[in-house]
């Protein structure tokens, strides 16, 4: 506002205020007066800014180290055969060990050849094989009794069955004969570094050779389950044909069994025995019917899934194709039908009385008291088994499988079984057992 407008105003307002004393008893105007001074002012006032505020630096993200777990050294895995007494051993002074006889001479055609077998072997030759008595004593006196262990430093495992069966067959392509067993492919390779790395000495790669894009070969794997039943593998290898696809699979995982071929192969029955397998690891289909949802856990024996098949043909392929694992097969002659089908050791199988285990923990050979129980029960089977077999799912220190014979009576045991069991090894004093509870090699 100009100055000669606020002295005026200035002037017109302190006139009228100071006027004539009668003026004073009318109406106050003192403060309206300075309403419109302060009003005036308060216009043509220059306000002056506030200070401006100070910037303070942004504090720096404070870093915090990450935090690192102390180191925990691993556990080491309990040794997994421990030395004990005979009296630990759940049923030994009950079993009848002349049932048992017959294994233990048919492991020694194989064990004797070894220095620390050869004598203990040599002495069960000449012993009576009907005197359970001396026959207990021998293993006794001779023998040192070894816990099976876990490497948890758990004694308990699973106890499984297998068996013989007999399937329908015939040689040629017909009719309902309409899938195949096969021998061992031409083209499969089996690689075995035991002599360049002992401790693979359990191991063996398998695979094909193919040209490689430099012109060279290379190893792949072989062909899996699928691939052979889609015909993208080689189909010139066939040993016999057979009458339901279910039942060849089972026998794949039972690793022998019998073909009754047809009349136009003059009903000849013919054995045939676990050859080789194609490199890819064994996955359980009963597993994957649990994953999922088609069965419960007490549901899945081969009983049991094979009566899913029967309700679900439509997804049988789907069904065996979870177990990438092919097994091939060679033949054998059927001379004595009262003997059993070769293990891994490469002698007969006694029903009852020979089990297979894995490697890696128990020697193949090795005498084997076994306490468990008989399929689906609590009643007690504790009895000396043999060692005398392998299978692909048989996985772990305390871990076998029970060999019930031939036939239907056995498949129904053996079809049924799993079982919580314990072990004990029994080995010749002269076998040296290291600090892993491993057996020395020699």
Known sequence: MPASRISNHMKFSAASFFTTPSMRHSKPRAPLAFVILALALGACTTVTPPPPIERIPPTPPVVVPPVVPPVVPPVPAAPTLQATDWSALDGWADDDLTQAWPALLNSCSKLSARSEWAEVCDLAQKLPADKPDLLRQFFESRFTPYRVVNADGSDTGTITGYYEPLLRGSRSKQGRYQYPLYAVPDDLITVDLTSLYPELANLRLRGRVIDNEQGGKKLVPYFSRAEFDNGNA?????????????????????????????SGDDNKT?????????????????????????????????????????????????????????????????????????????????????????????????????????????????????????????????????????????????????????????????????????????
């Open 270 to 442: 013919i054995r045939v025995n676990y050859a080789n397998q194609n490199g890819h690891p064994y996955k359980s289909i009963g597993r994957w019917l649990i994953d999922q949802g088609e069965l419960k856990l007490e549901n899945a024996s081969m009983q049991g899934i094979k009566n899913w098949v029967k309700t679900h043909p439509n997804r049988l392929a789907e069904l065996l194709e979870q177990n990438p694992s092919y097994v091939f097969f060679r033949e054998l002659p059927l001379t004595d039908p009262n003997e059993g089908p070769l293990g891994a050791l490469g002698v007969p199988l006694i029903a009852e009385r020979s089990i297979a285990i894995d490697t890696r923990y128990v020697p193949l050979g090795a005498p084997v008291f076994l306490s468990t129980t008989q399929p689906n029960s609590n009643k007690p089977l504790k009895r000396l088994m043999h060692a005398q077999d392998t299978g692909g799912a048989i996985r772990g220190a305390v871990r076998a499988d029970f060999f019930w014979g031939f036939g239907n009576a056995a498949g129904e045991q053996a079809g049924k079984m799993k079982q919580p069991g314990r072990m004990w090894v029994l080995l010749p004093k002269e076998v040296a057992v290291n600090a892993e509870g491993k057996v020395a090699r020699k």
């Open 234 to 262: 080689p189909q010139n290898k066939v040993l016999v044909w057979v009458d339901d696809a279910i039942d060849a699979f089972f026998l794949e995982i039972q690793g022998s069994g019998r073909i009754q071929l047809s």
